[in-house]
């Protein structure tokens, strides 16, 4: 399965996910946790994710977008942000395991690496995914 760009051109429905302006009476913690509204969005993200795949339906999430000019396209009001960009359609096949890794891009990491007890104990950082490209 070639990985493409062009997705966005095949799918059968484009979502736009955006944060309004305004919003900060509206999420409960955002005074004390500046970016709970963008946690939910993407909560909200992997609960559409989780039911199309259990549905068959593949969902890609573009993240090579000018946020602004996106922005301008949709007519956003001002102070608004789109966050994603999502492709939903009909798929072949499903990618055997996660797509990075399948295509080399990333390694999977052991649970050790990634699950800490009482504190960050792995002080060295994260090996970038694109160090050899």
């Not at 484009?14 to 999420?27: C, F, K, N, Q, S």
């Not at 090579?64 to 072949?92: I, K, N, S, T, Y």
């Not at 990333?106 to 995914?129: C, D, I, K, L």
Request: proline share 8%.
């Amino acid at each position: 399965m070639p990985l493409t760009v062009e997705g966005i051109l095949d799918c059968g429905e484009v979502l736009v996910a955006a944060l309004m302006d305004g919003r900060e009476p509206h999420i409960f913690g955002r005074r004390t946790m500046p970016d709970m509204d963008l946690a939910s969005v993407a909560c909200a993200i992997q609960n559409l994710w989780l039911a199309a795949r259990a549905e068959g339906i593949g969902v890609g999430w573009v993240s090579l977008f000018d946020p602004e000019q996106l922005g301008r396209l949709l007519r956003l009001p001002p102070g608004a942000r789109p966050v994603a960009v999502l492709c939903l359609g009909q798929v072949d096949t499903f990618y055997e395991k996660p797509m990075r890794e399948q295509e080399g891009w990333a390694r999977r990491q052991s649970q050790g690496e990634m699950v800490f007890e009482n504190g960050w104990t792995n002080h060295s950082p994260p090996q970038s995914p694109w160090a050899d490209y």
